[in-house]
């Protein structure tokens, strides 16, 4: 694909993260820069859609719409688990929206081509007085599909290596510390259109130096003082040890888990596995332009049955902790357009990688660095 000369980065950009600086801010604002990634990355990476308990049964369906594609993600009859491209191979209509139970067969709402559950075109009205009509030549167009440490990922590169590869080691780490995560349920689910560059985002989660500032009650629970963040491969760890405290965190003492582990998978998914057992939020991410991403927010828990306390968590996540990130990213997407700001800003690292030092941010831009290297 066409990259734009300007949009060069060094080969070592970022390699030394005590003396890096960010991505220049035209890669957070420039429509060529989110042309270039979409291909890039995001045809590339194996993207995260949903828990796996959404498609748990067959017949149930998700769709998600991410740099400008429609995916469908649906159960069968059979019980296999697909993906194709939301788009009717005729006209190009959307098949379906939302999420829910399909019926056994999909029917595009628009001419009534009908498709089983498998992509395979059942039925096209007048196709037997079609000349050279053949049904095979107007299947649904797969994607690559993987149920992986309790959720269910995509991938629109046919030759794309098993996500195993990619993410190796993440199912291993998440499940050591939340053992039932497949079986979690979705308790809430918040989404916003949020006036941010995907990147901003990112390198808002990989870094707890706003953390003291900017989230009082996520301090009041996990201390900077023990906080680590460690890197492994294509995604990153960071963990706080933590105290139940009214204003963040409130768990009993006697639960196994009473650490915050946050894992970001490449190139824009979160799961984080709270204090408390059987407690996870998810961020995903969907881009939809250079200033745009839409983002799911959830809370996962063990029962669709949700308690006093747990509820009192939601609406601390949702209504508290949530909307002060918010604030952060539109912000500097403001920030980052200003002829006020000098182009690039100083990733604050320090030598023993404290809890405040900004590393993880170094290490995800080298990776984004990369792969505009290839």
Request: charged share 20%.
């Amino acid at each position: 694909m066409y990259k734009p000369f300007d949009l060069d980065l060094p080969a070592d950009f970022c390699a030394d993260h005590e003396h890096a600086y960010t991505l220049p801010a035209r890669y957070y604002t420039a429509d060529e820069v989110f042309a270039y990634e979409k291909e890039q990355i995001f045809a590339k990476a194996w993207l995260c859609l949903c828990h796996a308990s959404e498609l748990a049964e067959s017949n149930a369906y998700v769709t998600r719409k991410i740099v400008g594609e429609n995916l469908l993600a649906v159960r069968g009859r059979d019980g296999v688990l697909r993906a194709f491209y939301n788009v009717c191979p005729h006209r190009g209509h959307e098949l379906l929206q939302g999420s829910g139970n399909a019926k056994n067969v999909i029917t595009c709402p628009y001419h009534a081509w009908t498709f089983k559950l498998d992509g395979e075109l059942a039925m096209a009205r007048n196709c037997d007085n079609v000349a050279h009509f053949d049904k095979a030549d107007h299947s649904l167009v797969p994607l690559q599909i993987a149920e992986y440490c309790g959720f269910v990922f995509v991938n629109m590169d046919p030759n794309a290596a098993p996500i195993e590869q990619q993410l190796g080691g993440l199912e291993e780490h998440l499940k050591s510390v939340c053992p039932n995560v497949a079986e979690l349920k979705v308790a809430s689910r918040t989404i916003t259109e949020t006036p941010a560059n995907w990147k901003v985002i990112v390198d808002n989660y990989m870094e707890c130096y706003h953390c003291a500032p900017a989230h009082p009650g996520f301090s009041a629970s996990v201390s900077t003082d023990t906080y680590t963040h460690t890197f492994h491969g294509n995604w990153t760890l960071q963990r706080g040890e933590s105290k139940s405290s009214s204003k963040g965190y409130a768990f009993d003492g006697d639960v196994q888990n009473q650490a915050f582990n946050g894992y970001w998978a490449w190139p824009c998914v979160m799961f984080n596995v709270v204090p408390g057992d059987g407690t996870m939020t998810v961020i995903y991410e969907y881009p939809v332009s250079a200033g745009v991403t839409v983002q799911y927010y959830e809370v996962l828990l063990a029962s669709s049955e949700v308690s006093e306390a747990q509820q009192q968590f939601i609406d601390w996540a949702t209504q508290v902790f949530r909307p002060e990130d918010l604030r952060l990213v539109e912000s500097v997407q403001r920030g980052l357009q200003s002829r006020g700001y000098r182009g690039q800003g100083r990733i604050m690292v320090d030598a023993g990688r404290s809890g405040i030092s900004e590393h993880g941010i170094a290490y995800f831009h080298r990776l984004v660095a990369q792969s505009y290297q290839r």
